[in-house]
């Protein structure tokens, strides 16, 4: 089989699942399948979880901001301190600006823990 031929079977199949899973899955398109995840053709939720990408990103700016002050105020006063706080400010701010009323399967508390633990288990890669 030449190389075009079993890149239009290939297209063709790939084109077919993504249409299988669209009927399946309502109006979600899957990423390429080394990624998992799902493309939303709906506008409205399509915004709506853009919106809480981007407070994700601000949400992570701020606990890497609540990490770094604490390695900072450990090495000027030579005495641990604590985070807690800092970083539950961090998770109040971007759950009280994270609106998911158009995209309801998003949860905003489970993705600020998430990303708490996971930050918080690689800080010692950083400090």
């Given at each position: 089989m030449a190389l075009s031929t079993r890149c239009t079977v290939i297209l063709a199949f790939v084109v077919a699942t993504a249409l299988v899973v669209?009927?399946?899955?309502?109006a979600s398109i899957p990423f390429v399948p080394d990624d998992s995840g799902y493309l939303i053709s709906d506008s409205a939720k399509s915004k709506c979880e853009q919106k809480v990408a981007g407070n994700v990103a601000k949400l992570a700016k701020g606990l890497l901001k609540c990490h770094s002050k604490m390695a900072d105020a450990s090495f000027t006063t030579m005495t641990p301190v604590d985070d807690e706080s800092c970083e539950s400010t961090a998770i109040s701010a971007f759950?009280?600006?994270?609106?998911?009323?158009?995209?309801?399967?998003?949860?905003?508390?489970?993705?600020?823990s998430l990303w708490e633990g996971s930050l918080d288990t690689q800080n010692s890669a950083l400090y």
């Open positions: 669209v009927a399946r899955a309502g759950l009280a600006k994270t609106d998911v009323t158009a995209c309801p399967c998003v949860d905003p508390s489970n993705i600020a």
